[in-house]
């Protein structure tokens, strides 16, 4: 069974290098219900509008199993937030999860729409933390470990809090998952994706990479 163990927001918006110069990569847990929105969950703050938030990135579910190992790299199993996601989940690795597959949690529904991409402020949030030594090649590392976690876009706007239970209300049949999708797609399930939805229903770095698998 798959559970929402931790609901995380933005817990201080912090400098840090890069274009944007901010980030709200620092999220953590909060008690109580949550609204979420159809860009974002209330509370939190996005800094990087370019690359977070909006209609398929509204949110970031990451597993306690995928944590896991991101942590043995890391030395440390990263709290809930700590990566920058929203949701932290337990029972299952989201890398086995669908693109378009759909989780009901309390009174919100999300469908996912790609994996994390992780970037130089991601980098420079572990070398904060942990000091550069950690922090160097880390997002070839993180890469290569193939646990980034999903984004998501809400469906159904509504309201989560800690402890409740996902539901899998669907799962498509093209047959793409998470993991897939970041470490390098199948050219049949590229095409299998392009067929099952209308182009403008695709995140747009996953139409523009899906059609280059499919042609490969």
Not at 20 to 36: F, L, N, Q, S
Not at 86 to 99: D, E, M, P, Y
Not at 127 to 150: I, N, Q, S, Y
């Amino acid at each position: 069974m798959i559970r929402l163990e931790h609901v995380c927001v933005a817990h201080q918006v912090l400098p840090i290098e890069g274009r944007v110069g901010r980030t709200g990569i620092d999220k953590r847990p909060v008690d109580g219900p949550v609204e979420v929105g159809p860009l974002q969950l209330a509370g939190d703050a996005i800094c990087d509008t370019a690359n977070h938030g909006g209609r398929f990135r509204a949110v970031y579910v990451v597993s306690d199993e995928d944590a896991a190992v991101v942590g043995a790299e890391l030395g440390r199993t990263p709290p809930a937030g700590w990566l920058g996601e929203n949701l932290r989940v337990s029972g299952t690795s989201l890398s086995q999860v669908l693109i378009g597959e759909r989780w009901r949690i309390g009174s919100v529904e999300i469908a996912f729409t790609e994996p994390r991409i992780p970037c130089r402020t991601f980098a420079a949030w572990v070398a904060r933390e942990h000091g550069p030594e950690a922090a160097a090649g880390w997002v070839k590392r993180f890469t290569e470990l193939g646990r980034p976690g999903g984004m998501a876009e809400v469906l159904v706007p509504g309201t989560v809090r800690a402890g409740q239970p996902v539901e899998v209300a669907h799962r498509p049949a093209h047959g793409l998952t998470l993991g897939e999708a970041f470490a390098g797609m199948p050219a049949d399930k590229a095409a299998a994706l392009l067929a099952a939805y209308a182009p403008e229903d695709i995140q747009p770095d996953m139409l523009r990479r899906a059609r280059a698998a499919a042609t490969r």
